[in-house]
């Protein structure tokens, strides 16, 4: 009973708290209302016994919002006068794209055929969940991982204009090397 | 007495002094430190933090409004000591201590004052001694009727008489509101404005509908302007005053900062009430409490805080002309600089000079390298005068303030104070400018 | 979980933790005001933390123009209230309030929130030096977070339990500090870099006239301050069952056992900060990334060869 509220009180706050992402006239603000939609959101699947992906849930969601609040006043460029701004855009299209998925979406929970429950849950569900994630598909994983992290370094790597021969010469033997702003290990 | 006595009287054991040094009265200032230590006392960074403001000497105009405004700025109970000589130290902080005790006293200043924060009309970008407040009040300002003239210190120079109804943005600076530039706004016409063709520069969906034409926030802030940053990328650019009320910071120097992220991409000296308006201080300080000083800001700012309470004692003891101890606290300074690999991890390569830069710049010799070689330097000077063992090499000179905008500019806001603290600047100008005039 | 190793003692014990930690984040503020005190030479200074607070709870709160107080305000009572949820997973001996089968990842969800706190402290302020501060804070912890993690991850394998009473129970014998060193120092600086103490505190330096803190009064002030030294406090009593075998040791109790270690880690990283210079975000940042992480994903192979090797 108690959980049974706790829980639709967390989703009225989610829903709530997502809600004022686009109602709420500052950056700093709709970021981290998404923060708090997110955590209630992991803390809903805490109280489904889901312990390992509510807790990772509110980690990484929070880690996000963090590094997302910099890059949005980054972009946004901003002065810390909080300068108050409608965080709406494109509205039409963007309330007919929600409008529809939630339909989409509603519908699905509603309309699918749930399937009964057989058995017990596992005794101990975060290894139960890694190896229903991961036994399988282990070797994938372990692919994807790196493939993503090169992704993303090639990425900065090509997006950046200086290169090593800017940082080390053309023989590429000056030490230290010629930095803008010189790092903690002397390389 | 009740609990609040009690209450008020264990508070008054930790009160936090903000100490305003006005040029030339460093030794007020460092006979204010060295009792506020003895009595458990610390120095405060901000006026937030602050119980007691300490204002060491007679300050000129431009200084006298800016402690007025950090006045403003504690939030009580505080008080005011007005110290004009080291002889009044420890009489001035009695009485500060003894008003501080005083809840009623308290209690009706904190009904009389303002209850909103706000900031006067001219403020200039001193402004916030030193704390540069992004957020200023300009929400009463009548821009209309508003006399750009009059604002001293705020470089409005260009808009005399500025018709804001139909202004053009683009070419507006708005330097002095809040340190905000408003230069970079793509040449946007407020007054007349068309949000269909406007080129909002990458501000998505902002809305300026409701903002009567001007671009600012409704604390009547501005916004920043853009510019291109080292990367070549567009990044704003706010404006940060640096002094003249900083921890460990040269007494009366202000440094008009502007900011990109925290790297400094331009920079303009000062000195608070130009040069002359020193006052009687007690002429210039001997040369080695002068460098233990520098020492101990550098150090502090560093963040080693043991090495620097050495520097700190060390300065305390030539001072009083306790040669034992000076010389105790000197070795033992010294050992602490020279074996930690930290700090000179820390200090390696910031404000590197070599021969070709001190030229530039037209820097003594004393200068050259970074500033844990200058720091060494330093110490090793002191040592000498200090022990007196050999006789003290002859002083090339301090470094004029006016060289320090062209030294700090590229470097990042940490970077630029340590840089200026491992400079032997001219420590007092104001007074050092009146002697050489 | 089958067979618990500690006993999940009822909720109202937590007002017993929180005192617990309060009195240990009370001895760390003292021991730093009297080691402050030894080096200026002044003598004293044990009792500066009741009149630290005294003085903050008498002093007035004030606002600035233009500032968002509400997330200024969330920014700083959050750090009081996160570091009282991080110790209710650590294990007193053989009791803990909640035997939460990922408590370490729990640690870890709670030292993130610290990225949002401290930066929406600097933000809510709107002052140019809490936002610098704030900035600095968030690039530290993209330097200090990773290779914390990792840390994290090398008693989690070797105990096969992200259960911390697990991790403390499976080091009867060796505890995991002798042969995870390169782990317990880089936790150690994560412990200080999520309370913003000591050589991570740029973001409430002196040369940006404090940052974070420097609009900050009265309780705020005191609860910012405060969270920080519970933060301390709590990372460092959460270094005990990970590294320091829990609660494992001669003639005194379990429980007395992890306080006596974790006062000692306490004072270990409360002595170490008046030594050591600030690191520098713009620094660490390299340091993090390319000394400690690799170091610590290193420590987390060996573990990993040591447990498959073992069986």
New interface residues.
């Given amino acids: 009973m108690l959980v049974g509220i706790v829980f639709w009180g967390l989703a009225v706050v989610a829903v709530a708290a997502g809600a004022a992402v686009f109602v709420v006239d500052s950056m700093a603000r709709a970021t981290y209302a998404l923060a708090l939609s997110f955590i209630a959101v992991g803390v809903q699947i805490l109280l489904l016994g889901q312990s390992y992906l509510g807790i990772i849930t509110i980690l990484m969601m929070v880690m996000e919002m963090a590094v997302m609040a910099v890059y949005m006043v980054?972009?946004?460029?901003?002065?810390?006068?909080?300068?108050?701004?409608?965080?709406?855009?494109?509205k039409k299209t963007a309330i007919g794209a929600s409008a529809g998925v939630f339909v989409l979406l509603a519908a699905g929970a509603l309309l699918v055929p749930w399937p009964e429950r057989r058995g017990a849950p596992p005794e101990d569900l975060t290894r139960a969940l890694g190896l229903e994630i991961m036994g399988e598909k282990m070797l994938v994983m372990a692919v994807v991982g790196p493939v993503m992290v090169a992704t993303i370094v090639a990425g900065v790597v090509l997006a950046a204009?200086r290169t090593r021969y800017d940082r080390l010469g053309d023989d590429l033997r000056r030490r230290p090397a010629d930095d803008?702003?010189?790092g903690?290990v002397?390389r | 007495m009740g609990l609040s006595g009690a209450?008020?009287r264990?508070?008054?054991?930790?009160?936090?002094v903000l100490v305003v040094e006005v040029p030339g009265h460093w030794a007020t200032r460092m006979e204010v430190e060295h009792q506020l230590?003895?009595r458990?006392w610390r120095p405060a960074?901000?006026p937030?933090?602050a119980?007691v403001l300490a204002v060491c000497g007679v300050p000129g105009p431009e200084l006298s409004e800016l402690v007025d405004r950090l006045w403003e700025?504690m939030?009580?109970?505080r008080v005011r000591a007005d110290i004009t000589s080291p002889g009044t130290v420890g009489s001035a902080l009695d009485a500060a201590a003894a008003l501080l005790l005083d809840t009623p006293h308290h209690r009706t200043d904190?009904q009389e004052r303002a209850q909103?924060?706000?900031?006067p009309e001219d403020a200039d970008h001193g402004g916030h001694g030193?704390?540069?407040?992004?957020?200023?009040?300009h929400g009463e300002m009548d821009h209309g009727e508003m006399d750009h003239g009059g604002h001293g210190g705020m470089d409005h120079s260009g808009h005399g008489g500025m018709d804001h109804g139909g202004m053009d943005h683009g070419e507006m600076d708005h330097g002095g509101h809040?340190?905000?530039d408003h230069s970079g706004h793509g040449g946007m016409d407020h007054g007349g404005m068309d949000h269909g063709e406007m080129d909002h520069?990458?501000?998505?969906?902002?809305?300026h509908s409701?903002h009567g034409g001007m671009d600012m926030?409704?604390?009547g802030?501005?916004?920043?302007g853009?510019g291109e940053d080292?990367?070549?990328l567009?990044?704003?650019v706010?404006h940060?005053p640096l002094g003249p009320v900083?921890?460990?910071w040269p007494a009366g120097l202000v440094l008009r900062c502007s900011?990109q992220?925290?790297v400094v991409v331009d920079a303009e000296a000062s000195v608070v009430d130009g040069a002359g308006a020193g006052g009687p201080g007690p002429g210039p300080a001997p040369a080695a409490v002068v460098w233990c000083d520098q020492v101990m800001a550098l150090l502090?700012?560093?963040?080693?805080?043991?090495a620097a309470?050495?520097a700190?004692?060390a300065r305390d003891a030539l001072l009083c002309g306790d040669e034992d101890a000076a010389r105790d606290a000197v070795e033992r300074l010294d050992r602490t600089v020279r074996r930690?690999w930290?700090?000179r991890?820390?200090?390696?390569?910031v404000l590197l000079l070599d021969r070709a830069g001190l030229e530039r710049h037209g820097l003594p010799g004393h200068c050259r390298g970074d500033a844990h070689d200058r720091l060494l330097s330093r110490v090793e000077r002191i040592r000498a005068e200090a022990g007196g063992t050999e006789p003290t090499p002859a002083e090339d000179g301090g470094v004029p303030w006016a060289v320090v905008p062209d030294l700090v500019t590229?470097l990042?806001?940490?970077?630029v104070?340590?840089a200026v603290a491992s400079l032997d600047l001219d420590p007092h100008p104001a007074v050092q400018a009146v002697g050489h005039g | 979980m089958a067979e618990s190793v500690v006993t999940t003692v009822p909720g109202g014990w937590a007002v017993l933790a929180g005192i617990l930690l309060c009195g240990l984040a009370f001895f760390a503020v003292a021991l730093d005001a009297a080691l402050?005190?030894r080096?200026?030479?002044?003598g004293?200074?044990w009792?500066?933390p009741?009149?630290?607070a005294?003085?903050l709870?008498?002093?007035?709160?004030?606002?600035?123009?233009?500032?968002d107080t509400l997330l200024w305000r969330i920014g700083g009572a959050g750090m009081l209230v996160g570091a009282f949820l991080m110790i209710a997973v650590i294990p007193l001996g053989e009791w803990t309030l909640a035997d939460l089968d990922v408590g370490v990842v729990w640690f870890n969800t709670v030292d993130v929130m610290v990225w949002a706190l401290v930066w929406l402290a600097g933000w809510g302020a709107?002052?140019?030096?809490g936002?610098?501060g704030g900035?600095?804070f968030l690039a530290h912890g993209v330097a200090y977070e990773l290779p914390l993690m990792f840390a994290l991850v090398a008693p989690a394998i070797a105990a096969g339990s992200l259960s911390v009473g697990e991790v403390a129970a499976a080091q009867d014998g060796v505890w995991f500090v002798v042969w995870m060193p390169v782990a317990f120092l880089v936790f150690l600086v994560g412990v200080t870099g999520f309370s913003v103490w000591g050589?991570f505190?740029?973001a409430l330096?002196?040369?940006?006239?404090?940052g974070v803190?420097?609009?900050?009064?009265?309780v705020d002030?005191l609860v910012l301050q405060a969270g920080r030294y519970l933060f301390l406090t709590a990372g460092a009593a959460f270094s005990v069952p990970l590294f320091l075998g829990g609660g494992a040791g001669p003639v005194l109790p379990g429980w007395a056992w992890v306080l006596v270690k974790s006062v000692l880690v306490l004072a270990v990283l409360v002595w170490l900060?008046?030594?050591?210079?600030?690191?520098?975000p713009?620094?660490f940042m390299e340091i993090g990334w390319v000394v400690l992480l690799p170091a610590a994903v290193l420590q987390d192979l060996v573990v990993s060869l040591v447990v498959v090797w073992k069986g």
Avoid at chain 1, 74 to 90: E, K, R, W
Avoid at chain 2, 412 to 415: F, G, M, T, V, Y
Avoid at chain 3, 273 to 280: A, D, F, M, V
């Fill in positions: 980054m972009f946004m460029g901003m002065n810390p006068a909080l300068m108050p701004m409608d965080m709406t855009h494109g204009h803008p702003q010189p903690g002397g | 209450l008020a264990l508070a008054v054991r930790a009160t936090r230590l003895r458990g960074w901000t937030a933090d119980d700025q939030p009580g109970p904190a909103e924060p706000e900031i030193g704390m540069g407040h992004g957020g200023m009040d809040g340190g905000m520069g990458g501000h998505g969906g902002m809305d409701g926030a409704p604390g802030i501005a916004l920043a853009g080292r990367d070549g567009e990044m704003d706010l940060l900083l921890p460990f900011l992220g925290d502090a700012l560093a963040g080693v805080e043991d309470a050495c700190r004692r930690s930290l700090l991890s820390s200090l390696r390569g590229g990042e806001l940490a970077s104070r340590l | 402050s005190a080096a200026q030479g002044t004293g200074g009792g500066a009741l009149g630290r005294a003085r709870l008498r002093q007035r709160r004030r606002s600035t123009v233009a500032a709107n002052s140019a030096h936002l610098v900035y600095r050589p505190a740029p330096a002196a040369d940006i006239g404090g803190l420097a609009e900050l009064s009265g002030r900060r008046r030594r050591i210079p600030l690191l520098r713009d620094r």
